[in-house]
């Protein structure tokens, strides 16, 4: 099993661009998530899923979109990029919301 | 709200013990705890339920007071490899600022 991974490891991003992060997993989880931390700081849930076609905004989605078309997949969008969204992006998976979170290695973000 | 988290570092030698504290302004169900080493994700440690036992990871072991809406996490005779961030989550899914744990030899 991969676990929970995520493409792009690294991404510099010009202000205004847009571009899409990729988390999959394989263990079949119901739900995933996304959260942000900003260096030196705790996790920040951006969105998350209890399952496909099921999301869900958590404390910060200003800025951010998401789509859960499969059990396996759940892409974070950003539209227009902005400094402020300069963090490293977590996606994480579980079988319940009470049980373990399964996170990927994290996507470096940094937007000039 | 999230969480709060006390305190916010400490710093230890080798084979001291250490609490970390969270505690909820919230009725809590659960209280999940992990640990974050430098540049890594974090991972998990273990999960306190409402009316459940308390928990332990080797020598890492956590209560779950849910009437004050706490929870601690005790590290006994810390290890090198005890160094990281600790964070804990409440159950919905929000966690603490984290508290960073620095094991000196």
Not at chain 1, 70 to 85: G, I, K, M, N, V
Request: proline share 5%; aromatic share 10%.
């Amino acid at each position: 099993n991969a676990g929970v991974t995520q493409t792009p490891k690294f991404r510099i991003l010009k202000i205004g661009q847009s571009m899409t992060l990729q988390c999959t997993q394989d263990m079949n989880h119901n739900y995933m998530y996304w959260y942000r931390q900003d260096p030196g700081m705790g996790l920040k849930l951006i969105y998350y899923s209890v399952g496909a076609g099921i999301t869900d905004k958590g404390e910060v989605p200003n800025g951010y979109n998401v789509s859960r078309s499969t059990t396996e997949d759940f892409p974070l969008r950003l539209e227009l990029a902005a400094p402020s969204q300069t963090s490293v992006y977590f996606c994480a998976s579980s079988p319940g919301i009470q049980e373990t979170q399964y996170f990927g290695p994290g996507t470096r973000l940094l937007v000039l | 709200q999230q969480p709060v988290q006390s305190p916010q570092a400490v710093i230890l030698r080798e084979g001291e013990d250490a609490v970390i504290n969270c505690s909820s302004s919230k009725a809590l169900y659960s209280v999940h705890w992990y640990r974050q080493k430098h540049g890594e994700a974090p991972v998990f440690l273990m999960i306190l339920l409402k009316g459940g036992e308390q928990k332990g990871h080797d020598k890492i072991s956590a209560s779950f007071n849910e009437k004050k809406q706490q929870s601690s996490l005790y590290l006994t005779a810390s290890q090198l490899s005890y160094s990281g961030t600790y964070f804990c989550r409440d159950d919905k899914i929000i966690f603490g600022k984290g508290t960073r744990l620095h094991i000196l030899p």
